[in-house]
């Protein structure tokens, strides 16, 4: 029999041990042995729920248990959270999480530490919920070289944008909407802002190339001040506006990471991907492109890929996964030559521009900065960058 526990009782948390009470007979099946929850970690009183027997309080006890395999990490956040990992990883256990801020800032760190203690630090769930992307990105694309990533990564902004282009209303009024659904939280900051997108671009881009990329080190937009007539002017011309993680590998070796809201061609598969849902594009130079699309959160669809991480874990715990990255990358900042198509909303054209709508247009390719000064000097009142 496997021991695990779960750190955390909240959705996710909670979603995991649901997932095994359904689906506990074929999961012993394909891990060849029963999989037991020993303990629930959670400040909560647990005691009028089905699982009161596994609630405890005190992290020594899973901490101390040399019978518990696989911790599950399900409390968010860089603190508490980051303290019960590195005390798990260094007591032998077998880490497994859905935290995209721990992995994005304290990867490196977490992945040494499994390294050395010889036990996996798996976070499947960390990008897209319960879409299988590290996984195939790490394994199964593993004999190309990764040139692109491109995608949408936040349920809650793709909610929002959706309802501004097939419903009219402005960003206001679709993010009460999201409110209110129960997609955006009463503070939506981490993801109007590009925050949960910019975290999740930086883990991709991490596995991809195997250099560190830290969120504060990329540059990272929302889309809480986009302007409907811009969607509108979009729309209209065969696009779709939409907030996209994006990391390129250039041909010096050099990595580019950034989020942003995009003006996509209607052509392009991630473009119509509407409501919650995520899609992620990979390019590689043999596979060409694939796209992984489903729900990108929510309680079982993000359980499912922590379970799959569980059984991963337990099947290699003679023989540990390396996920590790290790040096910084080479990294350039959107600003600096990167070179982007943009749109721009403006009474004067810009030169060499090619005109989207009346007093719409497109131009490029320009870095950040030159599309910026071309921008003031026409006094532009918008500027999105397009995918080409």
Known sequence: MANFAIMGFGIVGSGVAEVLRMNGESIARKLGEPLNLKYILDV?????TPYAKQAVKDFSVLENDPELDVVVESIGGA?????????ALLAGKHVVTSNKELVATHGKELLAIAK??????????????????LRPLFQCLAGNQIQEI???????????????VKGGVTFAEALKEAQSKGYAEANPAADVEGLDAGRKICILSDLAWGREVRPEDISIQGISHLDLKDVDIASKA????????????LEDGRQAAYVAPHLVPEDCPIAPVDDVFNAIM?????????MFYGRGAGDLPTASAVMGD?????AHRAKRRDLGWSESAPLIRQEQDLPLFWYLRSESAPEGGEKLAEGAYITGPLSVKDARELAEKVNAAALLPVLR
């Open 238 to 249: 065969g696009y779709r506006v939409k907030l996209l993680g994006r990391a390129l590998r």
């Open 116 to 133: 050395e203690k010889n036990v996996n630090y798996l976070f499947e769930a960390s990008v897209g919920g319960g879409i299988p992307v």
């Open 150 to 164: 491109v995608g949408i990564l936040n349920g809650t902004t793709n909610y929002i944008l959706t309802r501004m």
């Open 310 to 314: 569980v059984l991963d874990a337990l």
């Open 44 to 48: 909560r009183d647990l005691s009028a």
């Open 282 to 290: 990979i390019r590689g130079n043999a596979v060409g492109d694939v």
């Open 79 to 87: 603190k508490v959270a980051l303290e019960f990992t590195r005390r």
